[in-house]
């Protein structure tokens, strides 16, 4: 498929720079991409000051017992695996089945994926950094659509877009509900990742990592509209590989008690943060809307950026 001519117009010529490098890293083996993508992301906490802050302000609220060595530790782990998880994109869009499989070094709970036919089924994730990869290798052993929110840069968007449809059933922006339970009553399954913090519109105040945190409810909606059971799975990084792990469908959910549900998911977000902290997704503003209404814990943008550490 031939990229729209808009697409090739000079402005989105670095884009393409930044595919046709992100192609050819992953032709290496795996160790050698892994030790760029590692490379790439010390280099971007050097550099990306404004999301390092962002992340150290994250880890002193999630991580209060441990001492600031640590958690600085934490934050340059966070960077290189955030790197790695940057040409992961690159591995589940263009590696074949069978090298990725080989990557594979064990599926935990492979017994609670669904096997039934005729009900749809959430398939509950976080923004670990091998997000993307988690996906392909979850649509490999359950055909599932992804939902997904638009990137800014259309030429990475088309790319998604590509991608995911090749190796999902489809993509279903985040914004179209519809969709979403269409696809559900249909006996399909999707996948999504409620983990973080676009405003207070159809949230609840649910604890994540000790902190009051704004949390969708949507994963209780689309469960009660359309019947679907709820599936947790997350992709560790290893050190020679990845471990796949499939929780148990939620029971008894969605419960007569947003909050409740909302707390219950957390929870799992937060044992799986616990187990591999260096993975995920700090750089995000996750507790950027506060339960008083007060202003967020992070600078704003322009202190960020002349603040020095």
């Known amino acids: 498929m031939k990229p729209a ?3 090739l117009h000079p402005r989105h010529w670095p884009a393409w720079l930044g595919i046709g490098l992100l192609r050819l890293a992953v032709l290496l083996p795996w160790p050698a991409i892994m030790a760029i993508g590692g490379g790439l992301g010390r280099l971007a906490y050097l550099f990306a000051l404004r999301r390092r802050q962002i992340a ?3 880890l002193q609220l999630c991580f209060p017992e441990r001492d600031a060595a640590w958690r600085q530790r934490l934050l340059r782990d ?5 790197g790695k998880g940057l040409l992961e994109i690159g591995m589940a869009w263009w590696w074949p089945r069978r090298r990725l499989e080989r990557r594979l070094l064990a ?6 994926l669904p096997r039934d036919e005729g009900v749809g089924t959430i398939f509950l994730t976080a923004h670990f950094s091998s997000l993307e990869l988690s996906g392909r290798f979850l649509s490999v052993r359950c055909p599932t659509h992804a939902m997904y929110r638009p990137n800014e840069n259309p030429v990475i968007q088309a790319m998604f877009e590509r991608y995911r449809t090749r190796h999902t059933l489809g993509i279903i922006p985040r914004d179209d509900v519809r969709g979403m339970i269409r696809s559900l009553k249909a006996g399909e399954g999707v996948w999504f990742a409620p983990d973080q913090n676009y405003g207070r519109k159809g949230k609840v105040f649910a604890t994540f990592m000790g902190v009051p945190a704004a949390t ?3 994963t209780s909606r689309f469960a009660h509209t359309s019947g679907a059971r709820v599936v947790p799975f997350v992709l560790f990084r290893e050190r020679r590989g990845y471990r796949l792990r499939i929780e148990p469908a939620l029971r008894d959910f ?3 008690d947003p909050q409740q549900d909302a707390q219950r998911i957390n929870d799992i977000f937060s044992e799986w943060v616990r187990h591999a902290p260096e993975q995920y997704n700090w750089i995000h503003r996750r507790f950027k809307t506060r ?4 202003p967020p814990p992070y600078p704003p943008r322009r202190r960020m950026l002349r603040r020095r550490t």
């Open 107 to 112: 599926i935990e709970g492979e017994g609670n």
């Open 78 to 82: 966070n960077f290189a695996a955030m």
């Open 5 to 7: 001519p808009s697409l």
């Open 291 to 294: 339960p008083d209404g007060g």
């Open 56 to 58: 150290e302000i994250n």
């Open 254 to 256: 969605p419960s007569d």
């Open 216 to 218: 969708h409810t949507a």
